[in-house]
Structure formats: structure tokens, C-alpha cells
């Protein structure tokens, strides 16, 4: 941890966006060569197929009345094939806009039709921390999902639905949204779980042997909380407000799940607000811990000169060259001046010895 | 208090979680081995009676319909069990898996037929403060409690059912759940003052003599009233909630009692709110001590440097081999250098009194 | 004040309570061997009397159906008494259980025939801070009020009530109780004088001379003003409640003055919030204080040790006993090397003047 | 700025409130020797008149019924005039009690008649800000000022009255309360400006060079700056409440009026804000500066050191007086020495060069 | 960035105001010279012109019914013909006076026939923070915008008119004002990511190798970063009460576009938010850092102090001219002394190297 993270040389889209009409659809992000994949998973009660494909139209037309299809898109570099699906679904521009705009925060709007949900993959890569961009439009009897690159946290929730385990398969989309906002949020739990194990860490190095580069390590931490903090902390207004939907095709029993939803995501938060606790506690332990190390090498140095100056000088004294110095013919000056070098010494040791500098 | 804790290597669970279906009821804590044991507790104005099972289909049909039947269950590990209770009682499967999952925040869901309160028993136990998860769930006449190890705080509400003193025997099973409430949040001000005593004798020997393992006391101070207030602090909005709740198998004359926990849990959350300043000024108070003491050490070297080193100079002068250094042949030349010596420590003394370094 | 406090040694009795049925009338203070005093005060427009006595029961039938009775009871360990006295008043269980308690915060309770306060009088006695609990019962036509010990803050009240100076005598007791609360509150002025002069004491000495005593006053003033909001900033709820009541038996008149009271508690509240940024600046004016003292320290060191060292070692090579050192010869080697040296001395010392070290 | 303000010695009067009966008439503030000072202008679109008296019942009977009557009296000491013109006024004596204490914060009460305004007119008078007392109560045809001190910062708003320039002279009483309001809070423009200079200049002087009084200056930054805020920060409630108020008597051309001094304070406010930001930061960059300071003063004495004792080491070596000593002996042991010296002192200026010291 | 910031002088126009009439039109900036510029675009969904004038007059009756008309006004020191165009389009004096007033903070104001918003332009130039203040007033068919000086951020709005590009030129006066919001805040988007560009620099430096420079760099940055806030925070407000307004020409399928609106300024100031936290976590980097190097140069002095004072000592004592001293007669003597010397320095070094300090 304490070698120096490499920062990716930011190659910003910002100025593209600048003096564009509001409505068009620029991918912002910076995965543009992720080609294009569609899953679809079409299912009810009696019913699971999934499918792969590599154009939106081959789509269209796959669920039948009674299924609930979840199409999974893959590649946010792809806007056109992505405005195609956004024309068929009728889908607002403003928000085919923000489904490729990995900058955009936690949030969720209602339309007539659907539900659009922003929501935020955490979870660690190379020891790395990434963090997905995940948008979710909920229709009465789809769902459709756009991540920017393959990898995702919806495997546990494809097994669910292939197995036909719980009752996934019975319920309709609303329930389909539940089970992926709550595949998002379980691995939070996860990023928590992490953050205190380097929390838990560092505190003791700190406590034991604190190195110059801890000081770095906190503010890692800190940037790393802060990250965290920026993507999970708006879910919580997201998810409350859609416990307080009132489209039709979100149904009562399903609100419970939401509930539950809201119970973890401020669990979640509350954790990181400890942390954060925590990590700024760990800068004044460190500060502590640096004064106490100083005061020891100035300790040292101190017992030192304080012990010897005044010795040399005695010894000096006796250097001169003057013509008429008694001590100098004394037949035990010279052993004299031992015993009082030495009396020096043992009274300077009890001194330091008695402030406890020894 | 300075010798290191010894941290309990954790094992996490939480990628356990990741993937299964809600309301998959896992046990998510660390005490699988403690075995089922179910104590229930039946009565009314007239009758009394206590009885314990080692399985949870014993205790189905215990109470009559004119008592208060309450069942306490210990050893959250065993998962089948509670959840054909679970079954058994009508409770949904969101609230079983919070039953079992340690890592639950207080709270308060209220369900057509039963309030469901998670709430945290905080108490010391060899010097070591535990936090033990604890859930209610309270109908019209039966109360369940679910907690992970045998010990807890309720040994004075037991007592008094028993003894059928005050107005408890006379009353609902609501006024049962708030003695159980009443019961967590009488302990909490044990903790509190606990907390108190260990600051007090902190900030006491950081105004006496300031030792080096200090400021770890002084972090582990504020590890320690975090983790009180994570566990404490959502309590106070379950209080506030039970008080305005509507359900029918609440009393009114109840309410004064949930109001009277409100005052409590709220006095607890302002005096560790008080605390949590005074830890953090103590950081304060530990810099500038050990400013301190670094100036002192700085101030003795700086005397005897000042002192000694300007003597050994005029020392070194007479100590030259110059063939021709009229001083030397003086007569009092010896003498007077002393002379200049002494003249120039009583100066320096004199100096170093006024600075009041001395 | 920089002498150290003592600190009384706490004899907690939260223990006694651990397991006690709700409602349970225990006194909580420390104050058990003060004995019971009774002092009833009856009056209307026309008529004025003052009693005393040592049982509650003298006192239960002293006021008329138009007089306003003030009945003073001070004593808190005289559980029993109170208990009774509880009961003739038709007190709640709850209320006599923190009537006795001095950790209650302050707090207002409608009940049905009387307003309950809790608030707390605060007062210096011998330099030290003393809280003392008082709670009122305030009914139709009575106002009783519970105190710890003799020593109270309603002096100038009896003197008006006796006069029957302004209109408190024409009023009902509803104007008594915010005459009560403002006695209180009048002397929570004189505590925030005398807080504000210890900041502008305590910031004079770190402004010219701080010893290293400072911090710990710093932390004394804290604690200090730490205990004072804990006490006094609950009041402001208090009295915003009381302007809002509807009880019958509060006046509209009297609303005017409810409102004086809440603007005076906002006003020490806001000034507390001042002291308290003043305070912790103090910490970072000792701080930058001590670091300053450092460096003038280390000046001196580096000052001497720069201008002498080197001389030193032109001295001692000097000394040094090779059997060719030309220069030993010379036969103003020793005047030239004394030239040399004060060269250096100067540019020393110009340097250390150009640095502004000296 | 650096040189020591003299604290005034506070003579403190609250001693005097305590015990008085509420409604009590005192003055609080410290200008008793202000003599009674009543100006009355009355106007309307076609009359203007100012009049000065030393009494207030000649202010009596002035206006008539279609004028706006403005009466400014001056001198918060004079009680007992001020009592007599309350009882004229019909104003209420929690009313008059808060006119002459100088110490009550900002604040608006609406009575049946009148609505009573507290303000804080704040300027630099010699250097040193002063915080004045104004109290205002306005009626439908009639507005009263009281302040303690004859200075205000009112003139402009007299040359407007006279000139009859703008639309003051065509409103009623509601606008000039406004343009009271509004000559106060511009004013308080000139004191975030002045603010902000000596921000600047500090924290240049921090940036350049900063001197050991830096630290006190921040310290009075701060507290000039605390005291700005809590003077200043309660109008924006007053006029917040100003604007929504809904006595007949001010009339709905002027809420835009009274909406924009709300923009003026909440401006005030925020720029406020930002100061004490900046001011807290300066700690910090003082706190570096200083750092910084001491690390220079360290390498100082870190060099030379490092560079003169070893070499006066060798000095001394070959300043040994030992029988046996074959380099003293050797022709150019002397020469070898100094080369040696010198090697040593190059490598030194070097390793320091490389590290930056130098 | 290290070189020091020269700060304009400023000439404030604050004392101008004092005493004026509200209402009063005054130019409180600094670019007087800017001479008046009138830009009038007039379009529907057929027409576009665009137009340049140098006096409003002209600019009066250039649109039809059926067009938008935005007429653009740069040169707020020209108030005369401000006025005049105000007078034209009867507007508010207090808004005309915000209109030339740069200081106004961002805010919206309804008035019957039209909204006012003021809102701040930032922009870079020369590698200086620019904030530029510019008032908007839109009614039913125009929209008048009011800018300091020429530059503005408006010409991707101006193509896309010209073009006819997206739906601008079917849409009316409220979208147009959107439009102009949206092109503001998108160039906030530029500031954020030029901060946290300096941040990310800044931080480098701070762990690589600080120089004395950075804590005024960290304390530009923050200065940078408060002036950031607050002219981009009060923004919020001002798009949440557009989202909420009622006024008849704005037209509900617009609405969406001012959430869009909102959800871009929320995600600015949460930016901006985590920036503040990581600006004010450099300072404890510094400050660790700095202690560190301290520290370093401490170890270099002990060490060397340590090694060689004892050394020199010795010497010392056979530099002493007694004349009895055994050792020096002793035939290796001074290669026993070099001996004990060696061993000494031996001893030293394997004492610092466990040490950690070499
Ligand atoms: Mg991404
Ligand atoms: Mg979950
Ligand atoms: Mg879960
Ligand atoms: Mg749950
Ligand atoms: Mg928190
Ligand atoms: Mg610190
Ligand atoms: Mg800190
Ligand atoms: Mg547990
Ligand atoms: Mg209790
Ligand atoms: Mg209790
Ligand atoms: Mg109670
Ligand atoms: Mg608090
Ligand atoms: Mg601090
Ligand atoms: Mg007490
Ligand atoms: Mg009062
Ligand atoms: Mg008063
Ligand atoms: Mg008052
Ligand atoms: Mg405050
Ligand atoms: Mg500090
Ligand atoms: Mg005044
Ligand atoms: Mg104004
Ligand atoms: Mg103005
Ligand atoms: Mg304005
Ligand atoms: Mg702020
Ligand atoms: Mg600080
Ligand atoms: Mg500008
Ligand atoms: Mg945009
Ligand atoms: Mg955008
Ligand atoms: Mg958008
Ligand atoms: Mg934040
Ligand atoms: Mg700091």
C-alpha cells in the first residue's frame, strides 16, 4: 500500500459537451472500445431463457405479454446503438444522455412509463478500487440495464433466476429492480468490510512502528473513503424515494423490499461516517506519534552534549598553555580531575535518569 | 489500559451474502456454537409460570388467551429453528433475516399483526465492551426475543414478573416490550459512566505525567465511543417511532412510558455527544503537552550548550602552540581567564534566570 | 485556577437502578443527608402568607380557591415524603421518578391538570460551577417546585411576592412559573460573565506570557463550558414549548412573557456558541505560542553553536602538536588567527542580524 | 494592529437584573452620561419638518393625521423619559426593558399596534469597530428609533427625508422602517470590507514574513469576526419574518422592498461565512510557516555542526600530548591533515547540497 | 503556481451606496470602460436574425408576436441606457439596481410579468479564476441577458441557434432561458476539473518532495475553492425554485429540463464538496511531512553530535598538560586510545543502525 499508486493521466471529455445541445448523447467515459453486448433474460413463473447478441435490434421484440425481459447493455462507447434502443423503448434524450455519462451522481427520476435509476458498482479489481457506472430503466414489464464493461454483480441474481429459487420468477419488475439494487448494495458491504481492514491496519503500524510514508497512506485512505462516500452516500435518496413510489406497476408487497433496501444502504453510510471518524483520528495519532520520536532523538542528544560539553571543557582548561598553572604540577591533579569528570558523569546520570529521560 | 489489545482476527461473512436470494435467512455473526435454548415466560394478573425448551415447537401453544406469553430465544446459529418459529408466528422472511444478522442497525418496522425493534444490549464483560444484537418482536399477546449468547440484561424484569411487582402482571404485552426497552437502555448509562471514568483517568494523567502509549489511549478512547454511539444512537428515532406508533394492541397509557424511554435514550446520545468533544480536545491537550516537554529538553540543551561551548572556545585560544602568545607568560594570565570564565557563566545564568529558562 | 482540581470521588447509584421496576422513586443525587423543609407561599391581589414546616402533610389544605398556593420542597432524599406528597397531588409515578433524579435534563410534560418542567439552576458557589436540579408542577391554582438543598435563586421572587411590587400578585400560576424560570434564567447571565471573563484572562496570559499550565486551564474551560450547555441549551426547547402550550390554565397574557424568557435563553445559548469557538481557538493561540518559544530557543542554540564551533576548531588546530606547522612561527601567527576569528565573529553576527535572528 | 488593545474593565449590571421583576426598566449598557437627545421629523408628499427637544412630551402631539412622524431619541439612560414615552406609545414593558439594554440580540416582535424591531448598527470609529444598540417600534403613522450614542447612519436617509428625492416622501411608515433597515445593513457592507482587507493584509504578511505577533492577530481576527456574526447573523430572521408579516399597516409594494434587504444580509452573511474560513485556515498556513521556519533554523545548525566537529575531532586527535605519536613527526603530517579537512568539508558541502540543505 | 499572486488593489465602490436611495441605479464594479454592446437575436422556427447596436433605443421593437427576441446587453457601466431599457420593458428599480451591482449573489426572483435570475459566469483566462456576473430577465417572448464585458460562454448556444440545431428554435422564451443556465453551469464543470487537476498536482508535490512553497499553495487553493463555492452554491436554490415555478410562460414538458438543470449544479457542489475535504486533508500532509524532514535533520545532528563529542573529549583529556599522566608515557598509548576510539564509533553506529536512524 505504501508504494506510490500510479495515477492515470486524466484525459478529460468535459470541453465536448461544452456548447452541445442538452439531449445529445456523447459517451463521456473513457472504456470506448468495449464493443457492444446484449443479454437478454426473458422469464415468468414457467418460463427462462437467456440470450446473447451484438446489435439492439435483434432485441425488439423477444418477451412476449406475460414475461418480465431484462436486457442487459453492455458498452456505453456504442451512443448509436444505444439512441436506437432509447427511440424503440421511448426513452427521453435527457436521459439517454446520462446512461452514457459515467459522471453522473446516484439518482432517480419517474416518468410515465418507466422508472430511470443512476446507481454505482463498487468493488475491487487488481486491488483496485473501481467504480461502475450502472443505469436502470424499469417499465412495467422490462427492465433494461446499461454498464459500461463486462464485468458486473448480477451473477449471483442470474443463477436465482435460472434455478427459479425464491420467488424472483413469480414476481414482476419491480421485484427484478429490488434484486438488482440489492446486488449492488450487498457489495458495498464488501467495500466496507475492506475499508476497515486497511483502517485496522494502519492503526497498527501506527500503533507499533509508524514509517514517513503512513502519512501518505492516511491520506490515500482518505481520498479512497471519500470516493466511496461520493458514490454510494445519494443512493440513499434514491432508494427512499422509491419506497415512496406510486406508479402502478410497482406493487404493495414489493415496498417491503424497498424497506429492506433502505435498512442496508444507511447501514452503509453509517459505517462510513465512522470511518471517516476513524481516519481523521489516525492523523492526529500520527502527529502524536512523530512528536514522541522527535522528543526521543532530542533526548539523545541532549543526555549527550549535556554529559560531555562541560567535560571537554574541564579538559580543555587543562590544555593551556599558560606559564603558571598550579593543578598542572600537582602530583594527583591529573587523577583529581578524573574523580571530578567521573562525579560529573554519575550526577548528570541520576539528573536524567530522575526526569526519566533514561 | 496502555497494554495493546489483542484483535480478534475477524471472519468475515458477508461474501456469504453476496449472490443468495433476500430474505435468505443466514446467520451472520460469530457464535454458531451456542446452543438453542427457548425460555417462555406465561402470564397475567393471576398467573405466573416459567418453563424451558431445547426446541421451539415445545413453546407453540404455552399461552392462553388471557395471558401475555413472552419467549426468549438464545443462539442465533441455529437458523432452521427460528425460522419454522418464523413460520410458525407469520413473520416475514425480510425480518428473519435481520433476526440473525448481528450487523443490523436498530430499528423499528411495524407489521399488521406485530412490531418488529432490533436494539443493541451493551454491557462489559472482563473489561471488554460487548455489543449483543437483540430482536422483538411484540403481537397482541405474545412478545419474542431473539439474542446470540445466554447472558443478558433482563434479570431484574424477570424478578419482578415473577414477584408481580409494580403494575407489570396487570398490563399488555406492550408494556412488556417497553420494560425490555427500559431494561437495554438502563444499562447503556453503565456504559456511559464507564466511559466517563476512563476519560476522566486519561485526561488525569495527561495533566499529571503524559506517558508515550497516551495518545493510543487516547485512540482507543475514541474507537470506543464510536462504536457506542454507532450502537446507541439509531435507538433514539425507534424510541420516537414507537411513541407516535397507531397500532391497536398499543395503549395509550403506554405511550407516557415509551416517552419516558425517549427522555432516557436521548439524555444517553447528549452526554456521550459531550464526551466525544471532551476525547478530541484531549488530543489537544496531549500535543501541546508534549510541546511542552520537547521545549524543556530543548531548554537544557540550550543552556549548557550556551554555557560551555563559548568557555571551551576561550579554552581552545590558550590551548594554540604559538611561538610567540604574550598571555601565556603573564603572571595571572591563568587567573584571569578564569576570572573572564566565571564572569561570563554568571552572565549567562543571569541571562538565561531572566528568560526564565532556569 | 491553574492549581489542580480535585475531583470528588463519584459514588455512582445507577446501579440501584439496573433492574428496577419503571417508576420506582429512588434518589439519584448525593445530597441524602439534607433534611426535609417545606416553605409554602400563599397569596392573591388582596392577601400574602409565608409558612414553613417539616412534613408534607401540614401542608396539603393551606391555600383557598382563590389564592395561588407556592409550595417549596427542598430535599430530595426524603423520598417518602415526596412520595406522598405525590400522591395528594395526583402526581404521575414517571414524574416523582425524575423529580428525584438530578441527571434528568431538562424537559417540559403536559399532563392533564398540570405542566411539568425540569430545568437546572446554575450557580458559582466558592469559585465551583454548581448544577443544581429543580423541577416544577404547575397547576390550576398551585405551583410546586423540588430542589436539592437549601441555597436557591428565587430570593428577589419572595421579595416581590411579599410586596406585591409589579403585577405578580394580580396574576395566576402561570405568571409564577415564568417567574421561577426567569429567576433561573437571569443567573444563567451571570455565568456566562463569568465564563467570558476567564476566556478574556486566560487569552491575556497566552497573549503575553503563557506557562505551560495553559493547556490544562484551556481543558479546564472546556469541561467548564461543556457542563454549562449541557445544562442550560435543553432550556431553549423547554421554553419554546411552553409558548406553544393550550392548556386552559395558562393565559394568553402570559404568552408575551413566555416569549421574553425564550429570547433570553436564545441569547446565552448563541453567547456560549461563541465562547466555545473562542475556547478551542485558544489551542491553536497556545499552540502557535509554544512553537514560537521553540523556535527563539533553538535561535540561541544555533546562534552560539554557529559562531563558536568553527572558532573552536580554528583553535584547536592550533593546538595541535605536529613538529612542522609553519604558521606557529610566524611572529604574528597569534594576532592574525585572533584577527581572523573576529572576521568571522562579525560576518556571524551580520548574518544572524540580516536573518533578523538577532 | 500587532501592538496590545487595551481591554475596557467591564463594570457588569447583571447583577442588577437579578431578583427585578420582569419588565423592569434598567439600563444596561455603560453610556449613562448620554444626555436626552429627541429629533421628530414629520413629513408627507408636501410637508417635511425636523424639530429637536431635550423632553419627550413636547414630541407629544407633532404629527398629524396624514403625516409620518419619525422620533430618534438618543441617550438609553434616561429611563425614566423613555418610560413616560412608553406608557404615550401604549408600548408594552418587556418591550421598554429590552429598548434600554443594550446587550439583547436582534430580533422582531409584532404587537396589535406596532411592530418592535432590535437591530445592531455596527461602525469603525477610531480604528475600533462599535456595536450600537438600535431599538425600533413602528406604527401605521409613526416610527420610533432609540440608540445609545449620538452618532449614527442615518444622515443619508435625512438628506433623502429633506430632499424628497426617491419615493420616501409618498410612503408610508412600513417604507421607512425599511430604509432604516436598509441604511443599517449597507453599513454593514463597509464592515465585511474591512474585514476582508485585514484578512489580506495578514495573511500577505503570513506569506511574506510572518512576525511571532501574527499569531495574536489572528486570535483578534477571530474574534472581531465572531463578534461580527453574532451581532449581524439574527437580522436575517428578523427580516426573513419582516417579509412575511401581515399587519395592515405595511403594505404589499413593500415586501419587494423588504425581500431586498433580505438579499442584502443573506449576501453579508455568506461572504461572513467565507472570512471565518479563511481566518481558521491562516491558522493553519501560520502553523507551516512556523514549521518551516524552525526547519531552516535547524539545518543551520545541522550543517555546521555536521561540518566543524568531526574536523575539530582531528584537531584534537593531534593535540594529544602522547610520548608516541609517529604522524606528528612525519614532514608534511601537518599539510595531510588540512588536505584531509578539506576533503572532508567538500564531501559534507556536497551531501548537503544533495539533500537540498544548502 | 508558486510564484506569488499579485492582488489588485482594490477601490471599493461600497461607500458610494451608503446613504443612497434604494433603488438607485449604480455601476459597483470595476469596468467602467466597457462601452455599451447590444446583441439582439430574433427567431421562431422559420426566422433567425441576429443584430448589433450600440444604443438600447434602436433594439425596441425589433421581434414580432410570434418570436423569441434575446437581446444581449454587455457593458454594465453604461447605466443610463440600462435604465432606459428598464424603464422600456418596466422593470423593477431594485432589480435594475442588482443588474449593475457585480456583488449580488445568484438568486431568482418572480415578478408578475417576468423572472429575474442572477447567476455567475467562471471562467478561466490567463490562467485566473474569472467570475463574471450576469443578470437574466425572461418574459413571455424575450429574454434581455446583462454581462460586464465582451467574453462570454455562450457561443455553442449561439451556433446552435443559427443552425436550428436540437429544438430550440420550436421552443420559447423558457427553454432559451434554460439553455443560457445550461451553458453556465456546464463551464463549471471546466472549474471543477481545473481544481482537481491543482489538487492532484498539488497532492504529487506534497508526497514527492514538498517545498516550503506548498503551504501557500495549499492555502491559494484553498481561497480558490471558497470563491468557487460561493458563487456556484447559491445556484441550487435558484434552479430548485425554477423547477417549482408556477408562472404561465413556463411550460411543463420545460420542467424536465430544469431537473436536468439540478441535477447537474447538485453534482458540481458535491464535487466541490469532497475537494474541500481533500484541500484541508493536504494541511495534515504537510504538516506530517514537514515533521518528518525535521526529524531527519535532528537524526543527522544526534547522530554526528553523538559520535564525535564523546571522541573529542577523549582527546581532550590527552590533550591535558599535567605533569603526571601515566598513559602518555605509555609506548601505545595513543594506539590503545585510537582503539577504544574505533570501538566507541562501532558501537555508536550498530546503536543508531537498530536504532532505525541510519
Ligand atoms: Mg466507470
Ligand atoms: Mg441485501
Ligand atoms: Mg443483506
Ligand atoms: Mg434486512
Ligand atoms: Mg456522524
Ligand atoms: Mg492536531
Ligand atoms: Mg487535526
Ligand atoms: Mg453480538
Ligand atoms: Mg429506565
Ligand atoms: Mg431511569
Ligand atoms: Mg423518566
Ligand atoms: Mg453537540
Ligand atoms: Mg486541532
Ligand atoms: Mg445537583
Ligand atoms: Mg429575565
Ligand atoms: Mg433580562
Ligand atoms: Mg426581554
Ligand atoms: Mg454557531
Ligand atoms: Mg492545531
Ligand atoms: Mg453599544
Ligand atoms: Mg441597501
Ligand atoms: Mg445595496
Ligand atoms: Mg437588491
Ligand atoms: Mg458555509
Ligand atoms: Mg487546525
Ligand atoms: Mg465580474
Ligand atoms: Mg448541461
Ligand atoms: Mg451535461
Ligand atoms: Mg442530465
Ligand atoms: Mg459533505
Ligand atoms: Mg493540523
Redo the contacts between chains.
Keep these: 500500500m505504501a508504494k ?1 499508486r500510479l ?1 492515470k493521466k ?1 484525459v ?1 471529455k ?2 465536448k ?8 448523447v456523447t459517451y463521456m467515459g473513457d472504456k470506448e472500445d468495449v464493443s457492444l453486448h446484449v443479454e437478454v433474460i426473458d422469464y415468468n413463473k414457467d418460463h427462462y431463457s437467456i440470450k446473447n447478441y451484438n446489435t439492439v435490434e435483434e432485441t425488439y421484440h423477444l418477451g412476449t405479454e406475460d414475461t418480465i425481459t431484462w436486457t442487459n447493455i453492455t458498452g456505453l462507447g456504442n451512443v448509436d446503438d444505444i439512441k436506437r434502443l432509447g427511440t424503440f423503448y421511448n426513452i ?1 434524450p ?1 436521459i439517454l444522455e ?1 446512461i452514457v455519462d459515467p ?3 446516484p ?1 432517480v ?1 419517474e416518468y410515465e412509463d418507466y422508472i430511470f435509476v443512476i446507481a454505482k458498482m463498487l468493488y475491487y479489481k487488481d486491488k483496485e478500487l473501481v467504480v461502475e457506472h450502472i443505469s436502470i430503466v424499469m417499465g412495467e414489464d422490462y427492465v433494461l440495464t446499461f454498464q459500461e464493461s463486462e464485468f458486473d ?1 448480477f ?3 442470474r ?2 433466476l435460472e434455478a427459479g ?4 420468477r413469480t414476481e414482476k419488475s419491480d421485484y427484478l429492480l ?2 438488482i439494487l ?2 449492488v448494495i ?2 458495498y ?2 467495500i466496507v ?1 475492506a475499508l476497515a ?1 486497511k483502517i ?1 491496519n494502519l ?2 503500524e501506527l ?1 507499533e512502528d509508524p514509517q ?1 510514508s503512513a ?2 497512506e ?2 490515500e485512505l ?2 479512497e473513503s ?1 470516493r466511496v ?2 458514490n454510494i452516500f ?1 443512493l440513499r435518496e434514491v432508494v427512499s424515494r422509491l419506497e415512496k413510489t406510486e406508479v402502478s406497476y410497482v406493487y404493495p408487497q414489493t415496498i ?2 424497498y ?2 433496501l433502505y ?1 442496508n444502504i ?2 452503509v453510510i ?2 462510513i461516517e ?1 470511518y471517516r ?2 481516519i481523521w ?15 526521543n ?6 543526555i ?3 554529559i ?6 574541564i ?11 598550579p ?3 600537582y ?4 587523577f583529581v ?1 578524573w574523580g571530578i569528570m567521573i562525579v560529573m558523569l554519575v550526577a548528570m546520570v541520576y539528573y536524567f535518569k530522575r526526569k526519566k ?1 533514561l
Aim: hydrophobic share 35%; with cysteine.
Design positions: 506510490r495515477r486524466r478529460s468535459t470541453h459537451k461544452i456548447g452541445m445541445a442538452p439531449g445529445t427521453h435527457l446520462d459522471h453522473q451522481r439518482r427520476d454483480v451473477d449471483g441474481l443463477a436465482r429459487r425464491g420467488r424472483i429490488f434484486c440489492d446486488s450487498d457489495n458491504f464488501l468490510e481492514e485496522e492503526e497498527d500503533f514517513e502519512s501518505q492516511i491520506q482518505k481520498r471519500l462516500r461520493k445519494p417491503n423490499y424497506k429492506d435498512d444507511v447501514q453509517e459505517t465512522i471518524d476513524m483520528g489516525m492523523v492526529d495519532l500520527y502527529m502524536s506519534t512523530m512528536s514522541n520520536k522527535m522528543n532523538v532530542m533526548k539523545v542528544l541532549t549527550i552534549a549535556t560531555f560539553i562541560p567535560l571537554t571543557f579538559a580543555g582548561i587543562y590544555g593551556m598553555n599558560f606559564d603558571y598553572m593543578e598542572l604540577h602530583k594527583y591533579g591529573y580531575v529521560w
